[in-house]
């Protein structure tokens, strides 16, 4: 699984910090020619072989700046993933009773409508047999508290089925990966609750970093993955595997306790 991305050329939004630099650097150390997009400049120096543009993800003329970029630069690009995205409120202002219109519009901008421009402005300068991924997250997979992330989140997996139908034919695959709860800057000001939540929904005894996306990512771009599209990956520790039913185990498991002890 290490081959294959030797001098490709992959454009990485959200790439500044979090789980887009990691994705950066794992693809960059494997071969492959980075371009970090963000509205943030790097947070950390960025390892050789990544190179950094300003992109803001919801402005169409942008994208059509990195896509002439990239051909005068490169010739053409072999991949894209559509990393960057927003939380949005977090609490009771996120909730369906309370979001504001304009908060709404804003984070649809960034992780929706963002990817579906990266998509039509660069796969005209993608080469045939190139990939797509897109990071959604397992809130596009049930009903999330945060209105509007969830339903962002839930239109990428649309966006990327879509797309993996009209590129198919060129052999560009377009794939989707469903992070679950992933220590990164985005959660630095996560409430504890959110956090807890989290840890009691998955099997494993850990929550997710970066550096347990970046790898989908790799494979998702490397040949070992080259006959599947349209497809959604979770990468959640488990947390969407039992769909909810966990509670029922830990239900079960407490009353055989209690029956056994006595208590
Ligand atoms: P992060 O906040 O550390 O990184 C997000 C990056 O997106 C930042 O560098 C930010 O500057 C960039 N960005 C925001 N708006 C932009 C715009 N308009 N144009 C260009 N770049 C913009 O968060 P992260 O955890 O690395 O998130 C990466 C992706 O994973 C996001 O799409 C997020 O929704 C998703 N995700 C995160 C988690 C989690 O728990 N951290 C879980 C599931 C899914």
Redesign the pocket.
């Known amino acids: 699984m290490t081959e294959g991305l030797n001098g490709k050329v992959v454009a990485i939004?959200?790439?500044?910090?979090?789980?887009?630099?990691?994705e950066a650097k794992l693809l960059s150390s494997l071969g492959a020619k980075v371009l970090a997009?963000?509205?943030?400049e790097p947070?950390e120096a960025l390892p050789d072989g990544v190179i950094y543009r300003s992109?803001?993800?919801?402005a169409p003329q942008e994208w059509d700046e990195v896509a002439k970029y990239i051909e005068s630069e490169h010739g053409c690009l072999f991949g894209l993933v559509?990393?960057?995205?927003?939380?949005g409120a977090r609490g009771s202002a996120g909730r369906l009773e309370n979001v504001n219109v304009e908060d709404w519009n804003k984070l649809l901008?960034?992780?929706t409508t963002?990817p579906m421009l990266g998509i039509q402005r660069l796969a005209p300068f993608m080469s045939d047999g190139g990939s797509i991924v897109n990071?959604?997250?397992?809130?596009g997979a049930g009903a999330h508290f945060a209105a509007a992330?969830g339903v962002s989140?839930w239109a990428l997996r649309g966006l990327a089925r879509i797309a993996a139908m009209e590129l198919g034919p060129r052999g560009i695959r377009v794939n989707t990966i469903?992070?679950?709860?992933?220590?990164?800057?985005?959660?630095h000001d996560t409430l504890p609750v959110f956090l807890d939540a989290h840890k009691s929904l998955i099997s494993l005894p850990r929550t997710?970093t970066?550096r347990d996306?970046a790898p989908v990512v790799h494979f998702l771009m490397s040949d070992a993955s080259e006959w599947i599209t349209g497809v959604d990956i979770p990468v959640d520790g488990g947390a969407l595997g039992h769909s909810g039913l966990q509670i029922i185990s830990e239900g079960m498991k407490k009353m055989a306790t209690e029956l056994e002890t006595g208590k």
């Not at 939004?13 to 990691?22: P, V």
């Not at 469903?178 to 959660?187: A, K, R, V």
Request: hydrophobic residues 45%; glycine residues 14%; negative net charge.
């Open positions: 939004t959200g790439a500044a910090r979090g789980q887009g630099f990691e997009l963000d509205v943030l947070q992109l803001d993800v919801t559509n990393n960057a995205g927003i939380v901008a960034i992780n963002g990071i959604s997250s397992i809130a992330y989140k469903l992070p679950g709860y992933i220590e990164s800057p985005m959660q997710g970066a996306i």
